[in-house]
């Protein structure tokens, strides 16, 4: 049966509940993952990250400059692609020929609380630093959800595919809301301090399979009670959940 038809319709003034998707619903960097495979297509596109890996690779490891590190990753990985089309058409074969690895990835405690959620009627929505159409296919291929996702804007760029509009940080509410996201945010579930903003702005924020060390500024800046859970996602921090129950 189809997740259509599985769940009833989210009404217009229903809670509004968001997910992350890497780390949250995936275990893993779903983006890194798909530009991994993307870089291994050809034999000099390895060659080509690793003559830039010195000037690129070290940016990755500082939040300020790690989009920019990023990129030159997923420009070596697109080079050649005409456009967003052609980059989501290789995205849908990517995920094809990843499903069963992929399904091992997805949090089976993580798509029960999204079931619940759908199952109470609420307007449910993935929001993600990757591009919307890889978390879209995985959810529809793999996990046959039709959750609606936004995610980050890539379009042509020097030749390749490129960030266009990061869905990151305050730009991820900027991106729920101008997708006709303007509700409050009943709930909200994330393992990043990049979406604190999001966290910040849910009347019920979730951290979920958090960094380890992120987990005493989660304490600190968001209300007193707020549940740090680990949803099995291994060598992440958290209290252990077994099942959504």
């Not at 456009?83 to 990517?94: L, P």
């Not at 849910?202 to 951290?207: G, I, L, Q, S, T």
Request: aromatic letters at 8%.
């Amino acid at each position: 049966m189809s997740a259509a038809g599985r769940f009833p319709p989210a009404r217009d003034d229903a809670p509004l509940v968001v997910f992350d998707f890497d780390h949250t619903l995936y275990d893993g960097d779903s983006g890194s993952h798909l530009f991994a495979w993307l870089i291994k297509r050809s034999w000099w596109r390895p060659l080509l990250a690793l003559l830039i890996a010195p000037v690129f690779g070290p940016l990755i490891a500082f939040l300020p400059t790690r989009r920019v590190g990023i990129s030159g990753f997923v420009w070596v990985g697109s080079i050649g692609m005409g456009g967003r089309r052609e980059f989501d058409a290789a995205i849908d074969r990517y995920v094809a020929a990843h499903t069963d690895e992929i399904r091992h990835r997805l949090l089976p405690v993580a798509l029960d609380v999204l079931h619940h959620h759908r199952e109470r009627g609420d307007r449910v929505v993935i929001a993600t630093g990757a591009p919307p159409e890889l978390a879209r296919a995985i959810l529809a291929f793999v996990a046959h959800e039709d959750v609606p996702v936004v995610g980050t804007l890539v379009g042509p760029r020097l030749g390749a595919v490129g960030a266009l509009r990061h869905c990151h940080s305050e730009m991820k509410m900027t991106m729920l809301r101008q997708a006709g996201y303007t509700a409050p945010v009943e709930v909200a579930y994330s393992d990043s301090s990049a979406d604190l903003p999001l966290l910040k702005a849910a009347r019920r924020p979730v951290v979920v399979n958090p960094k380890a060390r992120r987990i005493p500024l989660f304490r600190r800046v968001l209300p007193p009670g707020t549940p740090i859970l680990n949803w099995g996602c291994p060598g992440r921090g958290g209290d252990p959940v077994a099942s959504a129950a």
